[in-house]
């Protein structure tokens, strides 16, 4: 049985109403329970392992890495997040995962996933919905990375683990807790160390935003929106869009 599935239940329920059978379904799931200390790898690119995860705490990256040894984080995972979704349907994980905090995960089979979605259609559909939603943030940090100024794509990155955070219920738009380090930052935003230093000198100093001791704090939440241009549709995180079903 999974357990600490609040954060879970917050995500999906942007999606669909899940009725008490249904949420009975998914934390009854067969799994084994996984704790890990920082560093360590949750799931290596490669991987033939047909299981997926469920992040009940802490926090995680997805990366890639190049021939040469550099890094590029994909994205930052937080609680209620699902982690190796496409590892149930291809041969080989495409990328890693990597606790950057002391992380706790449900370990669950594809067999038993593909069970339950047999039996609960309407889970499926919320799951489906939460990888399109992977799906559309990794969309968005293309374009940051590629199109976006350095302020401007580490503001628009913040905000966005913002409305995530807020969503499960962490942090407000005043700020919020984030265990991330400059160089995880970096990686993730395709900057080196000192030019993410640099931009954040530069928010702080513009009045919009702060990152010291672990925490964001947003100074100017209006202005800093305006900067970045951020908008949340992309996230889908306005309210079910199915109704609960009956039993």
């Known amino acids: 049985m999974i357990s600490s599935t609040e954060a879970v239940f917050k995500k999906l329920r942007c999606y669909i109403d899940l009725n008490q059978n249904e949420w009975a379904m998914l934390t009854a799931l067969p799994q ?98 939460a990888a399109s939603r992977d799906e559309a943030m990794v969309v968005e940090h293309l374009i940051n990375i590629g199109r976006r100024s350095a302020i401007t794509r580490t503001a628009h990155f913040l905000l966005e683990l913002g409305a995530r955070l807020r969503l499960i219920g962490v942090g407000s738009d005043k700020g919020y807790p984030c265990p991330l380090s400059q160089y995880l930052l970096a990686d993730a935003l395709g900057l080196s160390a000192i030019h993410i230093n640099r931009v ?48």
């Open 32 to 129: 084994k329970l996984v704790e890990l200390e920082p560093g360590h790898e949750i799931v290596h690119e490669g991987q033939r392992k047909h299981n997926a995860f469920i992040l009940l705490e802490g926090w995680v990256a997805s990366y890639k890495l190049l021939p040469d040894g550099a890094r590029q984080i994909i994205d930052f995972q937080i609680p209620g997040d699902f982690l190796g979704l496409r590892s149930l349907l291809l041969r080989t994980s495409d990328h890693s995962f990597e606790a950057i905090t002391n992380v706790k995960v449900a370990e669950v089979s594809a067999k038993h996933i593909f069970a339950a979605f047999e039996k609960a259609p309407r889970l499926a559909a919320a799951v489906l919905w």
């Open 200 to 247: 954040l000198r530069q928010l702080r100093e513009k009045g919009l935003l702060t990152f010291q001791k672990k925490h964001v704090r947003f100074d100017d939440f209006e202005k800093l929106v305006e900067l970045a241009d951020f908008q949340m549709a992309y996230l889908d995180q306005e309210g079910p869009l199915m109704p609960q079903a009956e039993g």
